[in-house]
Each structure stands twice: as C-alpha cells, then as structure tokens.
C-alpha cells in the first residue's frame, strides 16, 4: 500500500536548522510531484515547496524563499525539505503530498521554533 512517512521534526531555536524527510513507497516516485505542505494551529494548510516529477522545476512560497529548500533522492524514494533560518512563524506541522494521477499525504510531522 501507499505509504508517505515523514521524519526529522523537532523542536528547534529561532535561526536554527532542520531536515524533514519524507519516506515514500507503494506508487512510482518519480512519476508523482513531490510537495510539502505544513498547517500552523489555526490555520489553514499551505503549500511551502514543490518539485515537479522530472525534478526540472521547484516551487517556493515567498515566505520560505531563500531559507528553505527542497530536493529529491529518486534511488531512495526519499524527499527532503532542508529548512534554515527557521524563525517562530514556521512552527507548524508539517506534510509530504504526492500529487499525480493520484493524490496522498503523509501524517505530518512537528516543526516547533521557539527560544
């Protein structure tokens, strides 16, 4: 079955560094654009990162612009979001989403910056 697992939150100081992956299997991985998503309590979800299936193009909303980036590891099924600068407004959880012929999620992982 399809299987999207996240990794790698935490809780970290403002200006610190984190690296989420998301474990993926059971559909063809690079077939699927990979994105990430997270949803701060109260809030609605927002796409933060996107790479297409043939990882030629990448997305970014502008408020992870230049502090965030997203990559894929296609031998190991594997995305990642490296996040640096994280400042208190990126707590949230965060989610993987395979978006092709069909669409999945991941259960989200915790993403919590704070001093």
């Known amino acids: 079955q399809v299987q999207l697992v996240e990794s790698g939150g935490g809780l970290v100081q403002p200006g610190g560094s984190l690296r989420l992956s998301c474990a993926a299997s059971?559909?063809?991985?690079?077939?699927?654009?990979m994105r990430w998503y997270r949803q701060a309590a109260g809030k609605e979800r927002e796409q933060v990162a996107g790479?297409?299936?043939?990882?030629?193009?990448?997305y970014y909303a502008d408020s992870v612009k230049g502090r965030f980036s997203i990559s894929t590891d296609n031998a190991k099924n594997t995305l990642y979001l490296q996040m640096n600068s994280l400042q208190p407004e990126d707590t949230a959880v965060y989610y993987c989403?395979?978006?092709?012929?069909?669409?999945?999620w991941g259960q989200g992982t915790q993403v919590t910056v704070s001093s």
């Open positions: 059971g559909f063809t991985f690079n077939s699927y654009a």
């Open positions: 790479v297409s299936s043939v990882g030629s193009s990448t």
């Open positions: 989403n395979a978006a092709g012929t069909r669409n999945y």
